[in-house]
């Protein structure tokens, strides 16, 4: 089902190109960086309404997540929210979840394209589990608003502390020491909620707040605060170690998961073979470099880039895996633009 933001009646939205992740939601309003400030003086919303919404019911419903993904979910409390992640069973990411425990239910914020595999998964898991699960994209829009507090009429996910340069709390510690080893200082700050309103009242809450703020504008600020989003920023073979989610994502005395050996294993006795790293680019090209384009230095290709865009003081910027052992102050190239790196998940 396609649910498309661009036919709601709202000043000024500019539909995004085609080579934009985000489909279906208004990519800017007219003025990108000054929509970047604004969110990053607390003000304004962004339409995050193309991302799915999955609810699971029932008696078992925290013990059905927690068992199947890498967060402490039956620690949750009401009203409590965390990022957890689906795994291969080597311990590769497929998907990532943002989670709101509610009283009577759990709702999962997911990237559009996890969806439905992630619903045709968990279906196929119930088994026993006294659990009902079910599609609410229909029902249910995601709105961002640069604020980290619970809102107060509607169900939140908020962005873990350590997005906004604060040490990880109670993610656990292992053999391999703890998990703020991986982002000792994040680059930038990102913070704020993910809201689920009812999709009928979409376009008058959206009238209602001060100013908006398109996809371009978040997505700078994510990018900026070296925050790696799953479905642009990894490949098939990335871990959680490599992007800074160990911590945001998995906690460290959870056992008994799929993937679960991947994650002690490469905690413990070894080290991540790649990382994350915050690329600043020339902006003399003026343009982006293509999704998955080669990062290359010296001549030899040492990764690749993901997620990119303008930003409102650092310029063309973006996100990318390199091998853990590539040296961050050598010039890089990257779809034939010339740029620098910055580490974000520090090679070990």
């Known amino acids: 089902m396609t649910i498309n933001s661009l036919a ?8 995004p190109p085609e080579s934009v992740v985000d489909q279906d939601v208004a990519w800017h309003y007219g003025d990108p960086l000054r929509e970047q400030k604004n969110l990053v003086q607390g003000i304004g919303a962004v339409d995050i309404s193309n991302r799915g919404v999955i609810k699971i019911a029932g008696k078992d419903r925290k013990a059905f997540l927690h068992s199947l993904t890498s967060q402490h979910i039956d620690r949750l409390k009401e009203k409590e929210s965390c990022n957890t992640l689906l795994l291969t069973p080597n ?19 997911v990237e559009k394209s996890s969806l439905i595999p992630v619903l045709e998964f968990f279906k196929k898991m119930v088994f026993m589990s006294e659990v ?45 020491g703890d998990p703020n080893r991986y982002v000792p200082n994040r680059p930038g700050v990102f913070q704020g909620r993910e809201i689920l309103i009812n999709r009928n009242d979409l376009e008058k809450y959206l009238k209602f ?12 600020l994510r990018i900026a605060a070296g ?24 906690h460290l005395e959870k056992g008994c998961y799929r993937g679960q050996e991947t994650i002690a294993r490469v905690h413990n006795l070894g080290k991540p073979p790649r990382k994350l790293v915050l690329i600043h680019l020339d902006g003399s090209p003026n343009r982006l470099p293509k999704e ?19 930003h409102y003081e650092l310029g063309p910027i973006a996100l990318g895996i390199v091998k853990s052992k590539t040296e961050v102050l050598l010039n890089l190239a990257v779809d034939e633009i010339p740029g620098t790196m910055q580490e974000v998940v520090v090679g070990q």
């Open 8 to 15: 709601l009646n709202l000043t000024g939205q500019v539909r």
């Open 91 to 109: 311990g590769h990411i497929e998907h990532e979840l943002h989670v709101i425990n509610e009283k009577e239910e759990i709702l999962l914020i």
């Open 132 to 176: 009902v699960i079910t599609d609410e994209t229909s029902n249910l829009a995601t709105v961002f608003e640069p604020i980290r507090e619970i809102h107060n009429d509607f169900p939140t996910w908020l962005t873990p502390l350590n997005y906004s340069g604060q040490p990880i709390q109670d993610a656990g510690q292992s053999a391999g």
């Open 209 to 220: 707040k001060e100013s908006l703020a398109g996809t371009w504008a978040l997505e700078a």
């Open 227 to 250: 925050v790696a989003r799953v479905v642009v920023d990894a490949d098939h073979r990335t871990i959680p170690h490599e992007i800074g989610l160990i911590g945001n994502a998995v």
């Open 292 to 310: 998955k384009s080669s990062i290359i230095v010296d001549g030899v290709e040492v990764g690749f880039v993901g997620s990119s865009a303008q």
